[in-house]
């Protein structure tokens, strides 16, 4: 830096995430570590349970069992493999459940619609 230039030292605010204030007593909150682990999930594991539970729940149990290979598996290829098929699954089973829901209440409608038009 030249004489002309000179650092601008920018005003510490409270809070902000800066050295005087996370250093000490302050700890990351439940929800900051629970998003953290979920980040840090490469088997997938999460998405599969939470396939099973909300969307159609045989796809989701192979999603888990993908899910379980890849944890296990020790080849990095295979647990890839395995991981992104957990992946695959989870998502396949929750949109499946999405569209089975949407297609019935749209089925639901037109029934209904069809029945107003016979009176």
Do not use: W
Not at 24 to 50: E, F, Q, W, Y
Request: aromatic residues 4%; contains cysteine.
């Amino acid at each position: 830096m030249s004489a002309e230039e000179q650092a601008v030292f920018l005003n510490i605010v409270p809070g902000r995430g800066n050295e005087e204030t996370t250093t000490g007593n302050c700890k990351p909150s439940r929800v900051r570590r629970m998003i953290s682990d979920l980040r840090d999930d490469k088997t997938h594991r999460v998405l599969a349970i939470m396939s099973i539970i909300c969307g159609v729940s045989c796809i989701g149990m192979k999603a888990l069992i993908s899910s379980v290979k890849a944890g296990e598996a020790t080849d990095v290829e295979a647990a890839q493999k395995f991981s992104k098929e957990a992946r695959k699954f989870g998502i396949i089973s929750i949109v499946t459940l999405l569209a089975i829901i949407i297609c019935t209440f749209s089925l639901l409608a037109l029934i209904s619609y069809l029945l107003t038009l016979e009176d």
